[in-house]
């Protein structure tokens, strides 16, 4: 399985897609309601298109990190626009 930009795998994908819910750019919040980063890409398995993981940015320029977050391994609030980790 190789993960790709989900750009890359729906050549249609547009950050502002107004026929779904587009998480990137969705706050991450930990659960003790401290603000952890901002999804930054969505990677998809390329053999079928299922969302694997999320890149989350978790900082300003230089310092902050990139990390993943597992798909299963949280929650998505659409109508706050936050995703919050089960831990």
């Not at 795998?9 to 930990?30: E, G, L, P, T, W």
């Not at 391994?73 to 936050?82: D, F, G, M, Q």
Request: proline share 2%.
């Amino acid at each position: 399985m190789a993960l790709v930009k989900i750009s890359d795998y729906y050549s249609n994908y547009q950050d502002n897609n107004r026929n779904f819910y587009d998480i990137k750019n969705y706050n991450v919040y930990a659960n003790n309601s401290e603000k952890i980063g901002v999804v930054n890409e969505i990677l998809v398995d390329d053999s079928n298109g299922n969302f694997r993981y999320l890149v989350i940015n978790t900082g300003f320029w230089v310092f902050g990190k990139k990390v993943l977050l597992p798909i299963g391994s949280a929650e998505i609030h659409h109508t706050e626009n936050k995703y919050i980790p089960k831990v």
